[in-house]
């Protein structure tokens, strides 16, 4: 149980244009999904909590109008990357904590990877 | 100060052998705590929770300290598979969203 899927694995795109990326849960209901960024040998940062029905709160230097995140269902969340340049080029991962689910416990998508031309 | 603290290493241990990996957080409001390991350029699995009164799961043994703000993880009788990168996470203190913070990890290559 609690597997979390994203799609695309990984893309490659010309500076400018935008992309999508999905996060599914898909044996259970996520309230709350997390998007984090990881730039190659660094940690993962969090860069906004997805809330299903709600607005996403972003974190501090995480540009709300470039990072477009929808949660639209309780297994769905999307994050869209627009106006993608190099330097957003990094491996994204999305998280989910199962709803009602009483511990902290997160489960992480296999990532996608971003290289932006 | 970092909030997650790890040695990077990397810890180059033989077969067999026991390793602790250590970490300090600077939140003392942090209310859980993990590890989780991370293949190279895979995503985080959960390795265990990490509780006040110290936890096992076969050849890992968490600690935690709460008064001094640390953690560990002690590995042992390592295998070939072991070798990853250990991340330490510990909750955000704004407990209404539960995200996580990361170590930058502590890098194990456990060596035939």
């Known amino acids: 149980g609690a597997v979390v899927s994203q799609h695309p694995s990984w893309v490659i795109c010309k500076s400018g244009t935008s992309v999508k990326i999905e996060c599914r849960s898909l044996?259970?209901?996520?309230?709350?999904m997390f998007w984090y960024r990881q730039f190659p040998k660094q940690s993962l940062m969090l860069m906004a909590t997805?809330?299903?029905?709600?607005?996403?709160?972003?974190e501090q230097g995480v540009e709300k109008d470039k990072f477009l995140i929808n949660h639209a269902s309780l297994t769905l969340s999307t994050l869209t990357v627009t106006s993608a340049h190099p330097e957003d080029s990094s491996f994204y991962i999305c998280?989910?904590?199962?709803?009602?689910?009483?511990?902290?416990?997160?489960?992480f998508g296999p990532g996608t990877r971003l290289t932006v031309l | 100060r970092k909030e997650v603290e790890q040695d990077p290493g990397p810890f180059n241990v033989p077969e067999g052998a026991t390793v602790a990996f250590n970490c300090t957080y600077s939140n003392s409001a942090s209310q859980s705590f993990f590890w989780y390991r991370q293949d190279c350029r895979k995503e985080p699995k959960l390795l265990m929770s990490?509780?006040?009164s110290g936890n096992e799961d076969g050849r890992f043994t968490a600690q935690l300290n709460r008064a001094s703000q640390y953690i560990s993880l002690l590995i042992r009788d390592s295998k070939l598979s072991d070798s990853a990168t250990y991340l330490c996470?510990?909750?955000?203190?704004?407990?209404?969203?539960?995200?996580?913070?990361f170590g930058s990890g502590t890098r194990l290559q456990v060596q035939p």
């Open positions: 990490v509780y006040s």
């Open positions: 997805s809330n299903e029905g709600s607005k996403a709160t972003y």
């Open positions: 998280s989910a904590r199962a709803s009602g689910d009483g511990t902290d416990t997160q489960y």
């Open positions: 996470v510990v909750t955000k203190p704004d407990t209404g969203r539960r995200a996580l913070t």
């Open positions: 044996d259970f209901q996520a309230t709350t």
